[in-house]
């Protein structure tokens, strides 16, 4: 499958891009509103990191005990109820005067229920489009979100100059149940992909098995760790340029929507294997220039560059899928977007830690160094693995 045309011609694919739209706005413009109203309330660049991204934390907890239920829970109805919870919660965070360790709490929970998002959301693609399609259909999810973030954070930027964070959090809760209900009415019913309860034991036997094989490892840490780095880097906006963050945020999500166009459309698929380590550099180099602390003009070009390497992900996606069988798809990549969103989150905390006792311009240098570190270091060890001669059943 290698065209648009075909991918909206595809039954449930449109409606199912169109609620993925209304969550991507709704996270987007309500983590700006949430970061902003946390800086303002205690002037933190930690306490602002963590509200934005503290939710990838959780995933961690979440996965422990929710990730099986990615592919043993009905995926329309999962869906539809985490876009109401997620509606509830940011409600929640719009009440005024509502104490900074409530807020994190509700963050939190909300991280927890994420975990089993993403995977369901990932797995029902699977379902959706044949696995020839897996690719386009996923890089056009990546692109809608790189969109939905440009639109948001510069939508988002321009209200919390006409409102009160508050009131952008509410309309946040608004496009979670605009979510809901398009899930809800776009979409058909389906049974789990795979028999059994949702269980500790079950996700973890599962992850267990995920984790077996050598060249699926570093994969997952491809996936993981050079991304985290990054996004580390980009928790420190809001302290790095208080009034431009959203410009900030906007041009990165630019920067990913064009990786994703490239790579998901225009790259021939023998050739984008070979791109997962020039990619994965390109994501950290352009960050070693805060060392310079550039004005916002430099920075936004610096960000919109270093964010096409998230294309990255597309090719590494690619590879996961191949070595994973079809009823295990939505463990497989939920387990992916639990460890990108938890490293993403605890980068995001080591950066406001060490921002405090720094800069936000230090610590985005440091940070940006380590990921190109880590992507070398995976490709030696690949290659290694490589020249061994190392022969893996396609799930062992």
Do not use: K
């Not at 934005?52 to 990615?70: D, I, W």
């Not at 985490?82 to 919660?89: E, F």
């Not at 005067?97 to 797995?123: D, E, F, I, T």
Request: aromatic share 8%.
């Amino acid at each position: 499958m290698r065209s648009y045309r075909t991918l909206v011609r595809t039954p449930e694919f449109t409606p199912f891009l169109l609620s993925f739209a209304a969550f991507a706005a709704a996270q987007t413009i309500g983590s700006l509103a949430l970061g902003t109203l946390v800086y303002q309330a205690t002037g933190s660049p930690l306490l602002s990191a963590v509200s934005m991204f503290g939710p990838q934390l959780a995933q961690l907890v979440g996965a422990t005990f929710l990730l099986s239920g990615a592919d043993r829970l009905p995926p329309r109805a999962i869906l539809s109820g985490l876009a109401l919870a997620y509606a509830a919660g940011t409600a929640v965070l719009a009440l005024p005067g509502l104490p900074v360790a409530a807020v994190l709490g509700v963050v939190l929970a909300q991280g927890l229920l994420a975990a089993l998002g993403g995977g369901v959301r990932s797995g029902l693609l699977t379902e959706i489009l044949p696995r020839d399609g897996y690719v386009l259909g996923r890089s056009v999810f990546n692109m809608l979100w790189g969109l939905m973030q440009v639109a948001g954070f510069a939508t988002g930027g321009a209200l919390l100059t006409l409102l009160t964070p508050g009131t952008c959090l509410l309309l946040a809760a608004a496009l979670y149940v605009t979510s809901a209900l398009a899930t809800r009415l776009g979409l058909t019913a389906r049974p789990p992909r795979s028999s059994g309860r949702l269980s500790v034991s079950a996700t973890w036997r599962t992850n267990a098995l995920l984790w077996s094989s050598r060249s699926r490892r570093l994969t997952y840490l491809g996936l993981w760790l050079p991304n985290g780095l990054v996004v580390g880097c980009e928790s420190l906006y809001v302290s790095y340029a208080p009034g431009a963050a959203g410009t900030l945020f906007a041009c990165a999500a630019l920067g990913m929507f064009v990786g994703d166009v490239v790579v998901g459309r225009l790259v021939p698929p023998a050739w984008r294997p070979r791109l997962a380590v020039p990619l994965r550099l390109l994501l950290a180099v352009p960050y070693l220039l805060f060392v310079l602390r550039p004005g916002v003009a430099p920075a936004a070009v610096a960000v919109a560059v270093a964010s096409v390497g998230f294309g990255a992900s597309l090719v590494l996606q690619e590879r996961l899928m191949s070595r994973t069988p079809d009823h295990l798809a939505g463990q497989a990549l939920g387990l992916h977007f639990v460890g990108m969103s938890t490293m993403q989150g605890v980068c995001a905390a080591l950066a406001g830690a060490v921002a405090q006792v720094t800069s936000p311009a230090a610590t985005m240098t440091m940070l940006a160094g380590g990921s190109a570190a880590v992507t070398l270091i995976l490709a030696v060890l690949d290659r290694r693995g490589e020249r061994a001669g190392r022969q893996e059943p396609v799930f062992s």
